[in-house]
């Protein structure tokens, strides 16, 4: 019987404590507490799944910097310096229409045709009776001083309210002094490259491009045998100076054709990769693509499909993105032609 019991005995298993045979362990049968297990038959202080609900939180580690693979710490990138809006979509109510093919909702193909009849509009005032500081553009007797006065309104950007040339006005210096503009005093304009990153470099940047080009309009002109769609693409990729973003870039060879500075036509969206502009980001969700080629050519599409010249779906694109507030008017004294607005309507299959 003795040896029965003590087998018994020998039977039951026997827990031992911490660091007994040199192995660690919360286990704590010798302390009088009684072990409890988990579902997975495991002791719960010993189980990776179990246990991570019972252990407190444990404080925050600083994290270690990213490395290259050459051991060199990876230094965050700059901001881009745009503030993106998140703008409430319209719900979607079996909206369809080939020329826009991401659109779902008729709210939305509204407002895109509002926003290409104000671009067109905007361009035709342009053409025929510039505001503000575009009709000093216009009327310049010197071409350097009008392209440079040019290459200001779009860099600093036209604002809001009563008057939208104010801050361009503080920034505005001549070309012929050579002095950088006080971009400390400019107000900027909705969009403006003014705050971008490395923004502070353009100016010079420009500078030194028309120098090696002989002067701004040789620079602007290229190649005599250019057709004006093709001096356009080429001049932008040739203006990719630092701090001078793509929107503020189109939109300079944009006016310049339509003051009549200069023979550049728009005949490309020139979306590039620059994923931080909102005309990229609109022309993706607008036309429900995301590679370059064939966004260029649904754009195409919609530029022939709607009427619109293919320079005023730009700024149609970038106010299309952003919320009502934040619209760029980029200083125009006109509104949209109600014929032209129906017709675009009727392209679009929305009133």
Same mark, same amino acid.
């Given at each position: 019987?003795?040896?029965?019991?003590?087998?018994?005995?020998?039977?039951?298993?026997?827990?031992?404590?911490?660091?007994?045979?040199?192995?660690?362990?919360?286990?704590?049968?010798?302390?009088?507490?009684?072990?409890?297990?988990?579902?997975?038959?495991?002791?719960?202080?010993?189980?990776?799944?179990?246990?991570?609900?019972?252990?407190?939180?444990?404080? &925050?580690?600083?994290?270690?910097?990213?490395?290259?693979?050459?051991?060199?710490?990876?230094?965050?990138?700059?901001?881009?310096?745009?503030?993106?809006?998140?703008?409430?979509?319209?719900?979607?109510?079996?909206?369809?229409?080939?020329?826009?093919?991401?659109?779902? =909702?008729?709210?939305?193909?509204?407002?895109?045709?509002?926003? *290409?009849?104000?671009?067109?509009?905007?361009?035709?005032?342009? /053409?025929?009776?510039?505001?503000?500081?575009?009709?000093?553009?216009?009327?310049?007797?010197?071409?350097?001083?009008?392209?440079?006065?040019?290459?200001?309104?779009?860099?600093?950007?036209?604002?809001?309210?009563?008057?939208?040339?104010?801050?361009?006005?503080?920034?505005?210096?001549?070309?012929? +002094?050579?002095?950088?503009?006080?971009?400390?005093?400019?107000?900027?304009?909705?969009?403006?490259?003014?705050?971008?990153?490395?923004?502070?470099?353009?100016?010079?940047?420009?500078?030194?491009?028309?120098?090696?080009?002989?002067?701004?309009?040789?620079?602007?002109?290229?190649?005599?045998?250019?057709?004006?769609?093709?001096?356009?693409?080429?001049?932008?990729?040739?203006?990719?100076?630092?701090?001078?973003?793509?929107?503020?870039?189109?939109?300079?060879?944009?006016?310049?054709?339509?003051?009549?500075?200069? &023979?550049?036509?728009?005949?490309?969206?020139?979306?590039?990769?620059?994923?931080?502009?909102?005309?990229?980001?609109?022309?993706?969700?607008? *036309?429900?693509?995301?590679? =370059?080629?064939?966004?260029?050519?649904? &754009?195409?599409?919609?530029?022939?499909?709607?009427?619109?010249?293919?320079?005023?779906?730009?700024?149609?694109?970038?106010?299309?993105?952003?919320?009502?507030?934040?619209?760029?008017?980029?200083?125009?004294?006109?509104? /949209?032609?109600?014929?032209?607005?129906?017709?675009? +309507?009727?392209?679009?299959?929305?009133?």
């Amino acid at each position: 019987m003795d040896g029965h019991s003590g087998s018994r005995d020998g039977l039951r298993p026997r827990l031992r404590s911490s660091g007994e045979d040199g192995v660690g362990g919360p286990l704590a049968c010798d302390t009088g507490r009684v072990p409890t297990f988990c579902r997975h038959g495991r002791l719960l202080a010993n189980c990776p799944i179990c246990s991570k609900a019972d252990v407190p939180a444990r404080a &925050a580690t600083p994290a270690r910097p990213a490395r290259n693979r050459s051991g060199v710490v990876r230094t965050p990138k700059a901001s881009s310096g745009i503030r993106v809006r998140r703008v409430e979509r319209a719900p979607e109510d079996g909206y369809d229409n080939p020329l826009v093919p991401g659109l779902r =909702a008729s709210a939305d193909g509204v407002r895109l045709a509002d926003e *290409l009849a104000f671009a067109v509009a905007r361009l035709e005032e342009l /053409a025929t009776d510039p505001p503000g500081l575009y009709a000093e553009v216009a009327g310049a007797g010197d071409a350097e001083e009008a392209t440079w006065l040019a290459f200001l309104v779009a860099f600093v950007g036209p604002g809001r309210g009563t008057d939208p040339w104010s801050g361009i006005a503080a920034a505005r210096v001549p070309w012929s +002094g050579g002095a950088p503009p006080p971009l400390e005093r400019a107000e900027p304009g909705p969009r403006s490259a003014v705050g971008t990153p490395r923004s502070a470099e353009a100016p010079a940047a420009y500078r030194a491009w028309a120098a090696r080009a002989g002067s701004q309009r040789a620079g602007l002109h290229g190649e005599p045998d250019w057709e004006p769609n093709r001096r356009f693409a080429r001049t932008f990729e040739r203006l990719a100076l630092p701090g001078f973003p793509r929107g503020p870039r189109y939109d300079f060879l944009v006016t310049l054709g339509a003051l009549g500075i200069a &023979a550049v036509e728009a005949g490309t969206l020139a979306v590039g990769r620059d994923a931080t502009d909102p005309v990229v980001g609109a022309a993706k969700r607008v *036309l429900g693509i995301g590679d =370059a080629i064939n966004l260029e050519r649904r &754009a195409t599409e919609l530029a022939a499909g709607t009427g619109v010249p293919f320079a005023a779906l730009d700024l149609a694109l970038f106010n299309f993105a952003v919320a009502l507030e934040d619209r760029a008017t980029m200083g125009a004294a006109t509104a /949209a032609d109600p014929a032209v607005r129906a017709a675009i +309507g009727a392209a679009l299959g929305v009133s």
